[in-house]
């Protein structure tokens, strides 16, 4: 980019997203094309997981309640990211205005909050499952699940409120380019010219209540489960109490992996491109991966499938 086409990202209203394959014409194509067939895969995946926990009776418990509202989260999780991305990627606008970008900001923050806290949440549900199974119906009752789903988006959408309150207040000077493929909070951070101390104070003390807090919770719920596992005598009853978790363990591991290599690398000129490589594996592919994981190594939700299926045929053939 030459210094005329710099200057003209320098207006108060407008920032510059240079994306994925920056600099490379051959790559977009291909990108747009991966990325389409990511987030058709991931909206319909996650839908159909939706679907049928409310239709089939048989998922009507607190683990695919939980279930449930993480994949309408992960949907609306891609749908901040993917769409503006395919935008750009298509058209070649790579403009963002300064209030889209900061919505994008919000929704993507808080998003990722209330996706740390339904983890926990879930995590919490297999523990009481697994290690106190005699009280698991009165602790884990549903009014406890209503209040736990809604504590979890309340507070990721209440988080992320505060930090856009502290970052609104910043100022933004010289080219308005954003090294990254969405709005993130470090890289447009690295835009202010305003004194950001306070703004990084808060958000790591929000970060440790809505991030560290939850992982090490969920963490220390897994530590519980897994001894509990190994104290069962038989490998059949091991295989058995294991396989109830195993899903939503590798969805966490998958999250928390990415997450912290991401926010854990510095942001030097030779790591950056590896810092939005693992970017787009954790606000793009783990939502994908969540749908996938759950129906493939699930085998409820498969049987649930397969009866609404059975039940929709039979219904579509009776009718003729």
Known sequence: MDKG????????NKFLLLGMGNGVPTLQTPLFLLSLLIYFVTVVGNSLIVVLVVADQHLHTPMYFFLGNLSSLETCYSSTILP???ASLFTGERTISASGCMAQLYFFGSFAATECFLLAAMAYDRYLAIC???LYAS???WKVCFQMAAVS???????????MVFLSRLKFCGPKVIDHFFCDFTP??????????????VTFILSFLDLIFPFLFTLASYMCIIAAILRIPSSVGRQKAF?????HLTVVTIFYATLIIVYMVPRTPQLRQLSQVFSFFYTVLTPLVNPLIYSLRNREVREALRRVLRRDLGGIQSSR
Do not use: H, K
């Open 132 to 134: 106190q199974p005699l």
């Open 188 to 201: 447009l951070l690295e835009l202010s010219c305003s004194d950001t101390r306070v703004v990084t104070i």
């Open 153 to 163: 988006w309340l507070g990721g959408l209440v988080f992320s409120i505060i930090v």
């Open 243 to 247: 396989s109830t978790c195993s899903s």
């Open 5 to 12: 086409e710099g200057n003209n990202w320098t207006s108060p």
């Open 139 to 141: 602790l884990m009752s």
């Open 84 to 86: 503006r991305l395919l």
